[in-house]
């Protein structure tokens, strides 16, 4: 971005004043010839000033003079060429005879010639519509698209170039070519090299450019230079020489313009086709007019209207293929300026005519008015004619003061509705700013604030479109929002735009950020950051405007205070948002969490020889730790009663365990089988949970029908887990089968921490740990290798604990360590608890051990003991332990304390 980029003024100042310095001189200098001049025209012949051109009517034909006539002296000054004799005439003052010495027809005859105030001649008129088209051509492109580099370049080109088409019929330049084309012509052929796009041939057209600088400037000092080398001594030999540079010049040009257009795209040569053919009828029309004006001594009129084929050909070019994306604000801008001055133009007229007709109405008798201190006195013209004249022109002045305000009025009206028309009216930003900041102000979605922020925008700026794009969690913008021309924006990469304008600090053209197709297709004209303490909320995109004017301080101020606030509206709705899903996801994670606890075992089960005791904490409100209790499948009792056969079915207590009884008197039967089991899934949070509800229904379906070792069902839940499982999860598990009746546990472990058994009479603590890996790791073949199975023989107080890491890795705030150290004394201390006890015991210790830290994983912790059996149950499926075997415990050192 460069400096006319960022403050268009600048650049609308600078064309203003290359307008001025290059156009109005011109302008001036031709005025400034024909001030004097009476309507002849001179040229050198044989060393002689012969008169070429006079019109019919003019000073030179009243005073009898002829063309062909033979100029000798001015005044009584002789004179060496024409310039020589135009300095002379122009001492001359308005009004003043002078008299010209002439050769006619052979004889020598003096001529009085009046010097008239002004001449103009036709030629000249044309010549400066051709030159003021390209001007207002040059102004128009300038102010349309200041922030446009390409479009700068062709305006300032334009503008250079305007001042030749006030020189070329002109016969006092003597064949010169003009400064304004040697530079001009290189500059719009440069512009145009982007025009409708960048051509596939660039780089070789610059070099062809250049060499179109190069030859203009060389042209320019060559011109320079040559009246210093030959002086004044020959004018005609000045003139051949400027004729000469000026052609091999045009010859050059016309060869490189040629050159580029070749190695054009064939769009870019279609575009830039009747732009060749304007200058195609400048050059044919030049042509004719110096043919007829050089060879048969007239000039036609006709043929220099040929000269608005160049401007006109690069307009319409300009609007059909929309370059530099001006089009539209040509068509519509245009329409209303020429509506609006012709309107101007109509009303001076109407008004003065209307002037005129009053002032030349017949009032009667004058009537005059006279103001004293203490008087005021009405005279007639019969009275008093000086007064009544006085008199006369106050009413004059009163009708033409009442006709003023009546032409404002009307004036006021019809620019009402032509602003109307044209999308043009004036708006109060200070109260459309006002009203916006309620909007911004209620609490509402994203969605809804970014709706209602477009709406109101694109109201009250009369805008064609407005898209509002936000932040995401991707490093890139969304759209919220998008209507009129700017709803093809979803297409857009919203990465690509993020790093585009991420680093934006205030409003810019989208010209200079680099449009896409689809910003370009959608008229963005300019990107407005939202910032929030420097950092990027999103953006606005801005459509043209309907009036299709250029954006103005006052809307780039108006947008870029609403702009803070919204960043302000659209964080305090993110952060609404943000609460509200909190609030949501809150209730969901309660109710996966009452879902959870449903899951697992409610009470525990009546197990005979057995007292056990659970303990479940998740970390929060859903958990990834798991246990569960699982008793023999149900099954018929037989009982004999009065000699008749009876049938019980083995039934839910509604706790967990399980109750069997006759339904007859009362006696119960209780199972002297148990499956424990204790898992951690990898992770935390619903994920985790969600999985190891998924494990628990694999086990629960494997042991519906019968009960199946430990090893057995942890390899069976593996293979079925792996199957179907994400690879990046897995669930460690300890499976634990207490069989009261023979006083054994059979043990296997997937990975999980070792059990820890408490032996009564040796008052003893062993940490049990057979080997396996974690399920969801393996397949299948290397987890079934590493599984092992230990048979454990226990007697009566014997105290098994089945944990999570949660347990032993609970910190306190110095991030101390619960530590398994801890949990074996307490074991060893509460031998002579019961389970719920101990349980209890183990559990506020960990509180108290904990204190304000943050629980940071799952516990969970169950205590099963063993207790005397008055009459044990058998077991008939003995194969449940076949190919069980033991394994070497691990010993630990005892710790025991006398009971209390």
């Known amino acids: 971005m460069n400096l006319f980029s960022k403050y268009p003024v600048f650049f609308k100042i600078m064309l203003v004043s290359v307008a001025v310095i290059v156009f109005i001189p011109r302008v001036q200098n031709r005025l400034g010839q024909a001030r004097t001049t009476d309507e002849n025209e001179f040229k050198n012949r044989n060393n002689r000033v012969v008169i070429t051109s006079i019109e019919r009517g003019g000073a030179s034909d009243r005073a009898g003079l002829e063309v062909g006539d033979t100029i000798l002296s001015i005044n009584g000054s002789t004179f060496n060429g024409v310039l020589q004799a135009d300095s002379i005439l122009r001492a001359a003052e308005p009004g003043q005879n002078i008299d010209y010495v002439v050769t006619q027809h052979g004889r020598t005859r003096t001529a009085k010639v009046q010097v008239v105030r002004l001449s103009i001649g036709l030629p000249f008129i044309v010549q400066a519509l051709v030159g003021l ?42 064949g010169r070519v003009s400064y304004s084309l040697a530079f001009g012509l290189p500059m719009v052929m440069h512009a145009m090299l982007y025009f409708p796009h960048a051509s596939a041939a660039l780089f070789r057209q610059r070099k062809l450019i250049t060499y179109a600088y190069i030859g203009g400037a060389l042209t320019v000092v060559a011109q320079a230079a040559m009246p210093l080398l030959i002086g004044d001594r020959s004018g005609s030999q000045l003139n051949q020489w400027w004729a000469a540079s000026s052609v091999a010049y045009t010859v050059f040009i016309t060869i490189c313009s040629l050159l580029i257009q070749r190695k054009h795209d064939k769009d870019v040569a279609d575009a830039q086709k009747w732009i060749g053919v304007g200058y195609g009828f400048f050059g044919t029309g030049v042509g004719l007019v110096f043919g007829l ?79 004293t201190p203490v008087s005021i006195e009405f005279f007639t013209a019969k009275e008093n ?147 929030l303490n420097l950092r990027p909320v999103g953006i606005l995109l801005l459509g043209e405007k309907l009036s299709e004017e250029i954006y103005k301080k006052p809307d780039l101020d108006f947008i870029e205070s609403l702009a803070r606030q ?17 609030r949501q996801l809150k209730r969901e994670l309660e109710f996966a969490s009452q879902v959870q606890r449903e899951l697992l075992p409610q009470q525990m089960p009546v197990v005979a020889g057995l007292d056990v005791a659970s303990l479940y904490n998740s970390a929060g409100d859903v958990g990834g730790d798991y246990y569960d209790f699982i008793l023999p499948p149900a099954k018929k009792i037989e009982t004999a009663k009065n000699g008749s056969s009876e049938t019980a079915l083995v039934k839910k207590n509604g706790s967990g365990g399980m109750n069997a009884s006759n339904g007859l008197d009362g006696e119960k039967e209780l199972p002297s089988q148990v499956t424990v089991l204790v898992g951690d899934v990898s992770g935390k949070g619903i994920s985790a949970a969600m999985y190891m509800s998924r494990v628990q229904g694999v086990i629960r379906s494997l042991t519906k029908e019968e009960l199946i070792s430990p090893k057995s069902l942890l390899e069976k839940t593996n293979a079925i887990v792996f199957s179907s499982g994400a690879r990046e999860v897995y669930v460690t598990l300890i499976c634990g089968r207490f069989d009261a009746a023979s006083k054994t546990l059979t043990l296997a472990r997937a990975g999980h921490l070792p059990l820890l058994w408490y032996q009564a009479a040796k008052k003893s603590l062993r940490l049990v740990r057979p080997q396996g890996m974690g399920i969801g790791l393996d397949k299948g073949e290397r987890f079934n290798a590493a599984m092992q199975e230990s048979l454990l023989h226990y007697g009566d107080g014997d105290i098994f604990i089945f944990l999570s890491d949660g347990v032993t890795e609970a910190m306190s705030i110095s991030r101390e360590e619960f530590g398994m150290a801890r949990l074996e004394t307490l074991v060893a201390d509460g031998a002579m608890l019961t389970a719920k006890e101990l349980l209890q015991k183990i559990e506020n210790e960990i509180i108290d051990f904990v204190g304000n830290a943050e629980q940071h994983d799952d516990i969970t912790l169950l205590v099963v003991k063993a207790e005397p059996v008055a009459v044990q149950t058998s077991v008939k499926d003995e194969s449940l332990r076949t190919g069980a075997k033991s394994i070497p415990l691990e010993p630990t050192p005892a710790r025991v304390k006398e009971n209390v």
């Open 133 to 174: 088209s390209m001007m207002v051509l040059a102004l128009f492109v300038g102010f349309s698209r200041p922030e446009n580099k390409h479009a700068r370049l062709l305006a300032f080109g334009l503008a250079v170039l305007a001042p030749f088409f006030l020189l070329t019929v002109a016969p006092e330049l003597n």
């Open 385 to 531: 004619t000086s007064v009544a004249r006085d008199g006369e022109r106050l009413i004059f002045l009163v009708i033409g003061a009442m006709l003023f305000m009546i032409a404002r009025i009307i004036k006021k009206y019809l620019q009402q509705q032509l602003d109307k028309r044209f999308d043009r009216q004036g708006y109060d930003y200070k109260t459309a700013l006002s009203e916006l900041s309620g909007v911004l102000a209620q609490t509402l979605t994203t969605e809804s604030l970014a709706e209602n922020i477009a709406t109101d925008v694109r109201k009250f700026m009369r805008l064609k479109g407005i898209a509002i794009f936000l932040r995401d969690d991707d490093d890139g913008y969304k759209q919220v929002a998008a209507t009129g021309c700017c709803v093809t924006l979803a297409r857009i990469s919203s990465r690509e735009l993020f790093n585009r304008t991420s680093e934006l600090v205030s409003p810019l053209p989208a010209s200079d950020v680099g449009m896409d197709a689809e910003m370009d297709k959608a008229d963005v004209q300019f990107i407005v950051p939202m910032l």
């Open 566 to 582: 919204a960043a302000i509206a659209f964080e305090n709705a993110r952060l609404n948002e943000d609460a509200r899903q909190k």
């Open 293 to 371: 004006q050089y060879v048969l001594r007239e000039q036609s009129l006709f043929f220099a209207a040929l000269f608005f084929a160049v401007p006109a050909s690069y307009l319409y070019s300009i609007i059909k293929h929309r370059a530099f994306g001006i089009s539209r604000v040509i068509r519509r801008s245009f329409s209303y300026s020429v509506i609006n001055s012709l309107m101007i133009a109509a009303g001076v007229f109407v008004f003065l005519n209307v002037l005129a007709l009053a002032v030349q109405l017949d009032y009667g008798e004058p009537v005059g008015v006279r103001f």
